[in-house]
């Protein structure tokens, strides 16, 4: 229990990966908020059937009305805010393309949900954030904005930005007490994921640790970054993929 009494918002919290982050930081005690654009209350339910607490909230990270009533409902429901982790992306159905096939249109898309989400969602929580004087924001980029992955750009530079928005940011916020920092994960493997074969091969071969990434891979790094334990350490980008790329 790392994390009892904390409140974290997790974006994108309904399915997958950030489903898996909501369970795990309920495990270590935090209340939770599931903000996305699906139906959170399954995993809500699950969390609270096991004793612990959660909302469930429908939110476009996109919608800066969305974002700021996110924090307010979070604040009104459990009080406080501790911990962001801006995990919704527009991933698993995004089409793979060469560069001078994605459209601008699909581009800005991507752009608004995976770059303009983080920052609206960081915006949101931080007069909290600051009043309490201490916050952890997680921002989940990829390995694939290290790897370089072809045919996958919008998606890749969105990740890319991640970097930099965690960097800058954790310059403007740390005299508040609030620490940013990101994990970049490898190519996951979970019930919805549709990467080609080529690419979990080739992800594969160039791991260190030579097996499929699950969900749970992520978690120490996740509760890590959302405890006390990494208080002074804020702007940081943390690649967890099996020791595919370095940096
Ligand atoms: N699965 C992987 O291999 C992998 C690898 C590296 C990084 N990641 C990152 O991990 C995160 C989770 O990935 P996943 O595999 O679970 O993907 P996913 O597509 O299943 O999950 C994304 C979640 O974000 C939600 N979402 C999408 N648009 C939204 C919006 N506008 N507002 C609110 N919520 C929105 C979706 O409904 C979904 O629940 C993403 O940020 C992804 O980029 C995934």
């Known amino acids: 229990m790392r994390l009892a009494g904390k409140v974290a918002i997790v974006t994108g919290g309904a399915r997958h990966i950030g489903a898996a982050y909501c369970r795990r930081l309920a495990e270590e005690g935090a209340a939770v908020v599931i903000a996305d654009i699906l139906d959170g209350e399954?995993?809500?339910?699950?969390?609270?059937?096991?004793?612990?607490?959660?909302?469930?909230?429908?939110?476009?990270?996109?919608?800066?009305?969305?974002?700021?009533?996110?924090?307010?409902?979070?604040?009104?429901?459990?009080?406080?805010?501790?911990?962001l982790v801006n995990n919704a992306a527009i991933f698993i159905n995004i089409e793979r393309h060469p560069f001078y096939e994605i459209s601008g249109e699909e581009w800005d898309k991507v752009s608004a949900v995976n770059i303009k989400g983080p920052f609206l969602c960081a915006k949101a929580v931080f007069a909290q954030m600051k009043e309490q004087k201490s916050g952890k924001i997680i921002n989940i980029s990829s390995s694939t904005a290290y790897w370089g992955t072809p045919n996958f750009l919008h998606y890749v530079a969105s990740k890319a930005a991640l970097i930099g928005m965690t960097r800058s940011l954790a310059r403007e916020v740390g005299e508040f007490g609030i620490c940013v920092n990101a994990i970049a994960p490898g190519l996951v493997e979970h019930e919805g994921q549709n990467a080609p074969?080529?690419?979990t091969e080739l992800q594969l071969k160039a791991r260190s640790i030579k097996r499929l990434q699950t969900p749970d891979d992520l978690m120490g790094t996740l509760v890590f970054l959302c405890s006390s334990d990494s208080d002074f350490m804020t702007g940081q980008s943390i690649v967890v993929d099996g020791g595919s790329v370095f940096h």
């Open 42 to 83: 399954a995993v809500a339910n699950e969390i609270r059937a096991r004793g612990g607490k959660a909302l469930a909230l429908k939110v476009d990270v996109s919608n800066e009305a969305d974002t700021n009533r996110m924090a307010a409902e979070a604040v009104k429901a459990f009080g406080r805010i501790d911990i």
């Open 197 to 199: 074969a080529e690419l």
